[in-house]
């Protein structure tokens, strides 16, 4: 069982930045690989970004350039930097991890957190 906390989100003008953080714990030695997703009121779920076991990246077309995620194994913490921020990245971001790696953004994972708020305003 993995259990993941978001933190972090909170409101910033067009053009801010935010970080987000997501702590796991429960893992011990199982290997997960973690990404982060985004709902918006009234739109399903997306991936914006994920990192497997080797470190490599990946995003989604509408925050390439202006996010970046990151981990930090020591701490079994995944990270989001989000620069730029839009009015359309407003979401819930949720952290989420799978024992499976090599997964694509548009595949489900297995676990999820709570979510953290982002609010962008114009």
């Known amino acids: 069982q993995v259990q993941l906390v978001e933190s972090g989100g909170g409101s910033v003008r067009s053009g801010g930045s935010l970080t987000l953080s997501c702590a796991a714990s429960?893992?011990?030695?199982?290997?997960?690989?973690m990404a982060w997703f985004r709902q918006a009121p009234g739109k399903e779920r997306e991936g914006v970004a994920d990192?497997?076991?080797?470190?490599?990246?990946s995003y989604a077309p509408s925050v390439k350039g202006r996010f970046t995620i990151s981990q930090d194994n020591a701490k079994n913490t995944l990270y989001l930097q989000m620069n730029s921020l839009k009015p359309e990245d407003s979401a819930m971001y949720y952290c989420?991890?799978?024992?499976?790696?090599?997964?694509?953004?548009?595949?489900?994972?297995?676990?999820y957190g709570q979510g953290t708020q982002v609010t962008v305003s114009s």
């Open positions: 429960g893992k011990r030695s199982l290997r997960i690989c």
């Open positions: 990192i497997d076991d080797n470190g490599d990246t």
């Open positions: 989420a991890a799978d024992p499976q790696c090599g997964l694509s953004l548009h595949d489900e994972y297995h676990y």
